[in-house]
T-cell receptor, first 114, second 116 residues
Framework: AQSVTQPDIHITVSEGASLELRCNYSYGATPYLFWYVQSPGQGLQLLLKYFSGDTLVQGIKGFEAEFKRSQSSFNLRKPSVHWSDAAEYFCAVGVEDSSYKLIFGSGTRLLVRP | ETGVTQTPRHLVMGMTNKKSLKCEQHLGHNAMYWYKQSAKKPLELMFVYSLEERVENNSVPSRFSPECPNSSHLFLHLHTLQPEDSALYLC???????????????FGEGSRLTVL
């Protein structure tokens, strides 16, 4: 069965520092991979997605993620974090069949120090 | 209005009450979803409707009853809930299947439910 693991429950970084949030997935074929962000009191918003092609994908708000098949990973990065990036981040995997399901990880809460 | 709108934003109910959550999407999408978000747990897919037909029902207890009268509206009817049902209930929509290569979920802000 497909699964997604986000090993870090909380991460704290200083404003202006770089960020990397980890995501590992379990799926036999090539997955469709997503990162969503949830600000306090809000629903989830798509940051970026990977389906095929270039393994480095660019998203909104200056985020990028790299698909590494050998490591079954899809880590999210940002070179310089802003205070407004404080939120919860969810990695998700979709499957290439008729399913409507996205399998979400448990999320990583990002705290930003001034 | 734009996007996905959920009402009410907050709901407190007793275990014997009957209430409903409403979701409306203004995006012209074909599919609508209910997710449950509990503390420290991954998002749980509850129901999916595609073109007003239910296509997913993830072993959700019968005290949760969805209704999709048209492609823009989705309801979640609640009856005799338990305290463990307290959670944030998120509605989402998508143009295509969420797991397919064109799929992207658009979420509402959620309805925070507390069951006493």
């Amino acid at each position: 069965a497909q699964s997604v693991t986000q090993p870090d429950i909380h991460i704290t970084v200083s404003e202006g520092a770089s960020l990397e949030l980890r995501c590992n997935y379990s799926y036999g074929a090539t997955p469709y991979l997503f990162w969503y962000v949830q600000s306090p009191g809000q629903g989830l918003q798509l940051l970026l997605k990977y389906f095929s092609g270039d393994t480095l994908v660019q998203g909104i708000k200056g985020f990028e993620a790299e698909f590494k098949r050998s490591q079954s990973s899809f880590n999210l990065r940002k070179p310089s974090v802003h205070w407004s990036d404080a939120a919860e981040y969810f990695c998700a995997v979709g499957v290439e069949d008729s399913s409507y399901k996205l399998i979400f990880g448990s999320g990583t809460r990002l705290l930003v120090r001034p | 209005e734009t996007g996905v709108t959920q009402t009410p934003r907050h709901l407190v109910m007793g275990m014997t009450n009957k209430k409903s959550l409403k979701c409306e999407q203004h995006l012209g999408h074909n599919a609508m979803y209910w997710y449950k978000q509990s503390a420290k747990k991954p998002l749980e897919l509850m129901f999916v409707y595609s073109l007003e037909e239910r296509v997913e029902n993830n072993s959700v207890p019968s005290r949760f009853s969805p209704e999709c009268p048209n492609s823009s509206h989705l309801f979640l009817h609640l009856h005799t809930l338990q305290p463990e049902d307290s959670a944030l209930y998120l509605c989402a929509s998508s143009q295509e299947k969420a797991g397919a290569n064109t799929g992207e979920l658009f979420f509402g802000e959620g309805s925070r439910l507390t069951v006493l």
